[in-house]
């Protein structure tokens, strides 16, 4: 299996711009979480979905962000528009179950967001 | 969310020593999760502790879970330059979600 599979590995944009994460789970899982890492707050769950369906988006930021997920097998995380304080390392990880507290997860390579 | 304190941050070792890193919560968890982060990479799932005073082990790496399930540890025996990376604990209690500690990044000296 090739893993969790996003798209771009490197972003560079100007503020005010829209920026669209893309995110490939490991086909059968049936959960998928989008994670933001920085120095300054670590890894935070942003959305995550069970079944295609949003469950939990408490962690997104704010209006500017959107994240949906069409099929099973894709997903998209949009800044619109985009803030220097956006910058930072976008994940996508899935498992397999209902999204739950005890399920092991696999992370993608992430998208390296650079919003000048 | 569940919060988990992660100490230490930071770490410097001499290869071949030991290195330890802790989780504690203030709350009962549910379970507890270890990653390892290399750096520039992404984090990878080493393994997943549920029940009182569990302890694992994977070669040089130990994981313990408190009796009390509010802390959590890993300890690598004598360390490799290939140890190199940041180590998170991830929890959950009654909220039922997975939320990361801070990590603990170690550098192995050789």
């Known amino acids: 299996d090739a893993g969790v599979i996003q798209s771009p590995r490197h972003e560079v944009t100007e503020m005010g711009q829209e920026v669209t994460l893309r995110c490939k789970p490991i086909s059968g899982h049936n959960s998928l979480f989008w994670y933001r890492q920085t120095m300054m707050r670590g890894l935070e769950l942003l959305i995550y979905f069970n079944n295609n369906v949003p469950i939990d988006d408490s962690g997104m930021p704010e209006d500017r962000f959107s994240a949906k997920m069409p099929n099973a097998s894709f997903s998209t995380l949009k800044i619109q528009p985009s803030e220097p304080r956006d910058s930072a390392v976008y994940f996508c990880?899935?498992?397999f179950g209902r999204g739950g507290y005890n399920e092991k997860l696999f992370f993608g390579s992430g998208t390296q967001l650079s919003v000048l | 969310g569940q919060q988990v304190m992660q100490i230490p941050q930071y770490q410097h070792v001499q290869e071949g020593e030991d290195f330890t890193t802790y989780c504690n919560s203030s709350?009962?968890?549910?379970?507890i999760q270890w990653y390892k982060q290399r750096p520039g990479g992404h984090p990878v799932f080493l393994i997943q502790l549920v029940k009182s005073g569990e302890v694992k082990k994977q070669k040089r790496l130990t994981f313990q879970f408190g009796e009390a399930k509010k802390n959590s540890s890993l300890h690598i025996t004598a360390t490799q330059t290939t140890d190199v990376g940041t180590y998170f604990c991830?929890?959950?209690?009654?909220?039922?979600?997975?939320?990361f500690g801070s990590g603990t990044q170690l550098t192995v000296l050789p």
């Open positions: 991830a929890a959950s209690g009654s909220a039922r979600q997975l939320t």
């Open positions: 709350t009962t968890l549910s379970n």
């Open positions: 990880a899935s498992s």
